[in-house]
């Protein structure tokens, strides 16, 4: 069975424990995951949240930068930044 269809076929539980495993580094038995455990996990919860076409609020990693007027907080770290050289002259 390929990836994809690894994540097509995967149901919320297994995604919730491989999140909650991600989260914590270990396994619900408490063993911590590997490095490379780690990674595969969290690729398959990404490509889960993907999949479903999850909202970008429930998804993980997720940083909520609005204020309470509806702006937002700080600056969008996907847009460039303008930098500004000074000198003395």
């Known amino acids: 069975m390929n990836f ?3 994540i097509e076929a995967m149901t919320p539980d297994v995604y919730n424990a491989l999140k909650r ?3 914590l580094g270990k396994w619900p038995n408490g063993e911590r995951l ?3 455990q ?3 996990s969290m690729r ?3 490509a ?7 909202p970008d609020d429930q998804r993980i990693g997720y940083i909520d930068r609005t204020r309470p007027d509806g ?3 700080g600056c969008d770290p996907l847009q ?3 930098l500004k050289i000074l000198t003395d002259q």
Request: charged content about 40%.
């Open 4 to 6: 994809e269809k690894m």
């Open 21 to 23: 495993a991600v989260e």
């Open 34 to 36: 590997s490095q490379e």
């Open 38 to 40: 780690r990674e595969t």
């Open 44 to 46: 398959a919860v990404i």
């Open 48 to 54: 889960y949240e993907h999949v479903r076409e999850m």
């Open 71 to 73: 702006k937002q907080h």
């Open 80 to 82: 460039p930044e303008t």
